[in-house]
């Protein structure tokens, strides 16, 4: 189960590869700013993740006309993200979770992806300034895709 609504989020830092090499990309750095986004997803280099990503890299204008911050995070390394984004034109900002410990503390674990290892489970959650979680989801599977329509309405909503 992801964490509830109404909780505290969990901090975290975590790496995204830039044009410029590795960069730290702290949670909390949006706090009192940006509302952020996070969806977790399983894998790059799979179908159903590249169509979500590609799909948010055509729609983040809206979410940045509702005032956020979009982070996608996987347990694939950086250099995999990159390679996957750039072979997909995907520009959102992907977040590396190798040690899978922000997947734990968001408790969206997938534990056996493609009957293989342990992943992120597709998951989203929006994130208000003040750090509290306003939307929490997980998927029933990793072939469904989030709410995105819940997603943009927390997103608008007052409070």
């Given at each position: 189960m992801p964490l509830a609504t109404g909780s505290k989020a969990p901090d975290f830092t975590l790496k995204?590869?830039?044009a410029d090499g590795l960069k730290d990309v702290k949670l909390s750095d949006h706090f009192g700013q940006k509302q952020t986004v996070l969806l977790?997803?399983?894998a790059a280099f799979t179908g159903v993740c590249t169509q979500e990503m590609c799909d948010m890299t055509g729609g983040m204008g809206e979410y940045?006309?509702?005032g956020a911050t979009v982070y996608a995070i996987s347990v694939d390394s950086p250099f995999a993200q990159e390679a996957w984004a750039n072979t997909n034109k995907i520009k959102l900002t992907l977040l590396s979770d190798?040690?899978?410990t922000?997947?734990?503390a968001y408790d969206v674990v997938f534990p056996t992806f493609?009957?293989?290892y342990e992943a992120a489970?597709?998951?989203?959650?929006v994130i208000g300034q003040d750090g509290?979680?306003?939307?929490s989801e997980q998927t029933a599977t990793p072939k469904d895709l989030p709410n995105f329509a819940a997603v943009k309405a927390a997103l608008a909503a007052k409070g």
């Open positions: 995204t590869k830039t977790f997803f399983p940045e006309k509702l190798l040690n899978k922000v997947t734990r493609a009957g293989i489970a597709r998951a989203a959650f509290v979680i306003k939307y």
